[in-house]
């Protein structure tokens, strides 16, 4: 089983460890696992602001690094969203539709490919839960507040078996967080203001760590918490399903 | 983002300056989500519910022209007069007409987005004709000249105080009275009396049968029926996609309309009008205004499935940050926000983009609209046909240039994280939006590829 490690290209730039610990995860779990040294974004950021034209260069490059392999893994729902509803290359349109068959978001990923049972790691914390809602509404990672469906939580499912991990939930459980790519520039009062609402719960809670993931959202929630100079802090799902 | 005369990012930073009030705007439309997630788990069939709605309306909309014109042939026959408007004025004109032939001076009107669409009121008003919003949050906002805030709670952007000074001032109830019984007793006497002395009555449609020719309107307070029950013409205007084939379909409608909407399990008052009474005309106007534009427009055609209950305005959280005057449109929303451009790409370019593209709007619907990824559709129209201007696609420009060049990528990288200055929350360093209320990550010394080149040498 050759697999190729898709990391968005932020987390490469700015939350290396998230990158590190998705790869050591997946290499502890037995996984042969290749980094495509020359790939950079899936093209999201364009694509979400109305310029989708402009992402044939972003498509022609993933398709180029990542053709070849049998699944695919990155550790955010957002980005494989992106490339599994958008990914694709007139030229070379048999590669595109292999990739967006074969590429999965590491939770599950880890639930249903690996079918994780027992994840071996120790993270004795409160911590809480950011559901994120690409991963959530659209890759299905999770049942949803709005539908008439059985709950389930891939997240949770292995959040459940780290040691120690003490996980609480927020009373809006699925509300998004108001990062939304470029929106959270253009929309900026919004964007804040429904931030600073989901971090308001948390604090209740009174969390050690929020996780989730999106590091995108993390990112945002990051940002107003520092602001605020809480002592609460963003940690991947990665990270803490790679702690010992 | 686009220059337009009103813009959805500013109105909602001035909503947001009032914390308070604007976290009792949010927390009262979550209380009303909440009442329709507990009304819509009561139904173990929600899901097949909803998906027989949608299909019904998707049938309907393939066949619409054969439908419309079966209700006219069925209306006809029932004795009501059916008018066809091809846009917002001729819909006025034609209303007007059928007053102006009565000599009809006072008009009470109850449960109609669509009149407030072609801005009737200020139509009639011109040619000295009064016309009374007699339900209680379209007759508040009505007062205080103001346009409603949400199309089934218009009056959702104010507090009881509020209600009471406009009260105060144009009804003379006592000053600082807030007490909401004593507040709704006043606004129903004055309404009664309007009902009575009325020359005419204008209803909205929920729902038109096209097998009956008869029509449905649901309304909480049951002013649709005062006004067309006292009243010698009752003219009923609907938008042309409001046709169902059968009345057998409407227990589907009726049982997910007003869960959606307020969790209520049915409106208080399902009113089915067939023919008039007699002595008594009704008329029907049957309005275009764009909609046959949108169902040309095959990515967009089935926001035309939407049947008003709302609830997309009450899930979605920019909404509930933003309130609905922000989105500058008589329809607000996320469902508003698909279909303001289709009336008007420019002055609606910013629209589409008021959303996070959480999804939660789609989830919600009864109908089962794609709404978020309408939203999605309408960006890449909005920006093909240039409503972005020329420093955002520049910028883009340059964003999707670095990101397609591995080696421009990872050089510009390498450089202090410079990566920071192409992505969206730092288009701009200077005037950085996104620092204003929140830190930026901490650039790391060195990239994950950097990383593993170093460890990883083997690769």
């Known amino acids: 089983m050759k697999i190729a490690l898709f990391i968005p290209c932020y987390v490469d730039q700015f939350y290396p460890n998230v990158a590190i610990a998705t790869l050591q995860l997946l290499e502890k779990l037995g996984c042969d ?51 599994k509803e958008h990914l694709h290359d007139d030229k070379r349109p048999e590669q595109a539709a292999a990739i967006r068959k074969n590429i999965y978001e590491l939770t599950e990923f880890l639930t249903d490919v690996l079918q994780v049972k027992n994840i071996n790691a120790s993270f004795p914390h409160k911590v809480g839960l950011h559901i994120s809602c690409h991963g959530q509404r659209m890759l299905h990672l999770a ?15 292995l959040l459940s078996q780290v040691k120690g991990l003490q996980l609480l939930k927020t009373k809006r459980l699925d509300e998004c967080c108001g990062f939304g790519g470029t929106f959270c520039v253009t929309e900026e009062a919004v964007s804040v203001r429904m931030g600073q609402d989901r971090v308001k719960e948390h604090v209740y809670n009174n969390v050690e760590y929020i996780t989730g993931g999106d590091m995108s959202c993390l990112m945002h929630l990051e940002g107003i918490l520092k602001r605020k100079k809480s002592n609460i802090k963003v940690l991947h799902f990665a990270e803490i399903l790679n702690a010992q | 983002m686009n220059k337009t005369i009103e813009d959805h990012s500013k109105a909602a930073s001035v909503f947001l300056q009032d914390e308070q009030r604007a976290t009792w705007h949010d927390e009262t439309l979550w209380f009303v989500r909440a009442k329709r997630d507990k009304a819509a788990h009561q139904l173990p069939e929600w899901e097949a519910l909803r998906d027989l709605a949608s299909q019904i309306k998707d049938h309907t909309l393939s066949r619409l022209d054969e439908y419309l014109v079966q209700f006219e042939t069925k ?6 007069t059916v008018h066809w408007a091809n ?13 102006k032939k009565h000599n009809a001076k006072n008009v009470v009107k109850s449960k109609s987005m669509l009149t407030e669409e072609c801005q009737l009121n200020h139509y009639l008003r011109d040619h000295d004709i009064s016309v009374v919003d007699t339900d209680l949050g379209e007759y508040i906002v009505q007062l205080r000249e103001e346009q409603p805030s949400h199309i089934v709670l218009p009056a959702i952007h104010l507090k009881k105080e509020d209600v009471s000074n406009t009260f105060h001032k144009h009804l003379n109830t006592e000053k600082g009275n807030k007490d909401e019984v004593y507040l709704t007793r006043s606004a129903r006497k004055v309404l009664r009396q309007k009902f009575i002395t009325a020359d005419a009555a204008i209803t909205g449609v929920n729902f038109a049968v096209a097998e009956t020719g008869g029509f449905v309107v649901c309304t909480n307070e049951g002013n649709a029926d ?18 169902i084939p059968k009345a057998e379909h409407l227990g589907v409608f009726l049982r997910l309309l007003t869960r959606s909407a307020t969790g209520q399990p049915i409106t208080t008052y399902s009113s089915h009008f067939h023919r008039p009474k007699e002595g008594q ?25 939407c049947i008003r209950c709302a609830a997309c305005f009450n899930t979605c959280p920019v909404y509930r940050r933003s309130g609905g005057h922000s989105y500058h449109n008589s329809v607000a929303g996320p469902i508003g926000s698909i279909l303001a451009p289709n009336l008007d ?56 240039t670095v990101l397609a060049s591995p080696t421009i990528y990872s050089l510009s990288g390498k450089i202090g994280r410079g990566m920071m200055r192409i992505m969206p929350w730092s288009v701009n360093n200077k005037l950085n939006p996104w620092y204003k209320h929140r ?17 990883r040498k083997h690769e």
């Open chain 1, 33 to 83: 696992v290749s980094y495509p040294l020359t790939q950079t974004c899936c093209g999201q950021p364009m694509a979400n602001a109305g310029f989708a034209s402009m992402t044939a260069g972003c498509d022609k490059n993933f398709i180029a690094n990542f053709s070849g392999f049998d699944y695919i893994v990155g550790p955010s729902g957002s980005c494989v969203l992106h490339l």
């Open chain 1, 143 to 157: 049942s949803m507040s709005e539908k008439v469906e059985p709950e389930f939580s891939k997240a949770e499912q």
């Open chain 2, 75 to 80: 209306a006809n026959e029932n004795g009501v």
């Open chain 2, 87 to 99: 846009d917002a004025d001729e819909h006025n004109r034609i209303i007007h007409g059928i007053l």
């Open chain 2, 226 to 243: 005062l006004g067309a029950h006292a009243n010698k013409i009752h003219i009923a205007c609907m938008g042309f996609e409001k046709i």
């Open chain 2, 281 to 305: 005309e009704m008329h029907i106007v049957i309005v275009n205004n764009g909609r046959a534009n949108q169902l040309g427009r095959k990515d967009f055609k089935n926001s035309l499935k």
């Open chain 2, 345 to 400: 790409m420019r002055k609606n370019a910013d629209l589409p983009f008021a959303s996070t593209l959480c999804g939660s709007c789609t989830n919600v619907c009864p109908v089962k609209i794609n709404i978020h990824e309408q939203l999605w559709n309408w960006r890449q129209i909005l920006m093909k046909e240039g409503y972005g201007g020329t420093a955002k696609k520049a910028s883009m420009k340059v964003m999707a």
């Open chain 2, 439 to 455: 830190e930026l990550p901490e650039p790391p010394k060195q990239s994950f590829t950097e990383w593993y080149k170093k460890k």
